[in-house]
C-alpha cells in the first residue's frame, strides 16, 4: 500500500506570549492521501491555520514528525524546505497575493523564477495552467483589471502551474460573494479529478466546506473530528 501524501504524528507548536508558552498545535496526528479533499474547519484561534502553515513549511512544529511524499520534512534547514515549496507544494490565499504590475501571464510565471529551463516551455505550462482555471483570455491583462474572482483563478492557475502533488487553500473564498465562491470551488474540485491534486483547504464556510471528501475540525490546537463532512456540525 502507497504511504500517503502527508503523514503527520504528535506535531506540536508552541509560541511565547509575554513570557509563556502558548500551544497552538496540541499533538496533531493525521494522514492524507494523494488526490484527496479536506477541509479544515474550527473557531478562530484553533490552530486550523496554525496547521496549514506547517503543512506548507512555512512553519516548522516544536515537535513531532511530518512526512511529506516520504521526505521528512520537520527539521530540515531553510534552504530545502524552500525547494520542498517550490516542487512540492502550491499554496492559494484569500488575499491573492498577485503582483499589480505585472500581466497575468507573468504572475503565474512567478513560481519558474526559482527554477532553471527555458522560457519558451515554462510559458506554455503558465498558458496551460490559465487554460485549466479558464482564465487563458486574459493572460495579458492586469490584476486591476479583473474581478475578485478571476483574480482567484489566476492564483490557483500560479499555484498549479508547476504541477505541486500537494495545494493548501487559506480561506480562498474569503473575500468572495456567494456565486463566485462556488464557481471557485467548482475549479478546485476540476483540478483535482484531472490533475490528481491533493487539496487541503482552510474554511469559515459551512457550505464549501461540506463539498470536501473528508472534514477536519479542530478546537483549541487539537482534532476533534476527522471524517465525513455530513457526519459532523462544521
Known sequence: MPEPLITARDLTRYFQVGGEPLCALGGVSLDVTAGEYVSFVGPSGSGKSTLLQVLGCLDTPSSGSYRLAGEEVAGLGDDRLALVRNCKIGFVFQAFHLLPRTSVLDNVLLPFSYRPGKARDHEA??????????MAHRSGHWPNQLSGGERQRVAIARAIVTRPPLLLCDEPTG?????????????????????GITLVMVTHDADVARR????IRMVDGSVVYDGDPGGSDV
Open 212 to 215: 470536501a471528501q473528508r472534514l
Open 125 to 134: 505550462l503558465a498558458l496551460e495552467a490559465l487554460e485549466l482555471t479558464r
Open 175 to 195: 473575500n468572495l460573494d456567494r456565486r463566485t465562491s462556488w464557481e471557485i470551488i467548482e475549479v478546485f474540485e476540476d483540478l483535482c479529478q484531472r490533475l
